[in-house]
């Protein structure tokens, strides 16, 4: 059994020229610092951490990473920014077996069509507000997750 905790950045400043360099509020610090918190006290020891490298993700990855008690490196990648739910499957498919539990940081709507991909939900179901987070376990290996064989075990959203 395989846990995928996908987390959606935090809230960020206003769109500028550079969507990719956006950095998080004082909201969205705060969303991120409770979704780590969430994390490490009720989900799951994270093995691995795989975020977008836009800043609004890098930052809530980080953040999170810290407070979930997650001291191991966080492997970013460009690929998550503005993915399709086919780059999205590739990502997952390329974790390495040995992790066990995996968060993944990045943007709507790829997130939010990945997770109703994966659990077979609705887009509502599986909705992702900044700093939220949804659960869903995976009875396959990594590289062969695909449509419906996930369980949306949960899903959360910070105050």
Same mark, same amino acid.
């Given at each position: ?25 004082? /909201? *969205? !610090?705060?969303? %991120? &610092? #409770? %979704?780590? $918190? /969430? ?6 020891? !994270?093995?691995?951490?795989?975020? +977008? ?21 966080? @492997? ?17 498919? =390329?974790?390495?077996? =040995?992790? #066990?539990?995996? !968060?993944? !940081? ?13 659990? *077979?939900?609705?887009? @509502? ?5 900044? *700093? ?14 695909? $449509? ?5 075990? *949960? &899903?959360? +959203?910070?105050?």
């Amino acid at each position: 059994m395989k846990t995928l905790l996908i987390l959606r950045h935090g809230k960020a400043e206003p769109h500028n020229e550079d969507d990719k360099d956006r950095s998080l509020t004082d /909201k *969205g !610090v705060r969303e %991120a &610092r #409770q %979704a780590g $918190k /969430k994390i490490g006290e009720k989900l799951a020891p !994270v093995d691995l951490f795989v975020a +977008s490298d836009a800043m609004r993700a890098a930052q809530t990855a980080r953040i999170a990473a810290e407070a979930a008690s997650y001291m191991a490196p966080i @492997d970013f990648r460009d690929e998550i920014y503005d993915a399709s739910l086919t780059d999205l499957i590739d990502v997952i498919h =390329s974790i390495p077996e =040995s992790a #066990q539990t995996v !968060v993944l !940081v990045g943007h709507n709507p790829g997130l939010e069509e990945l997770a109703s991909y994966l659990t *077979g939900k609705s887009y @509502d179901e599986c909705a992702l507000s900044t *700093g939220a987070l949804v659960k869903i376990d995976l009875p396959e290996d990594w590289a062969t997750a695909s $449509k419906g064989k996930g369980n949306l075990a *949960g &899903r959360w +959203s910070p105050m």
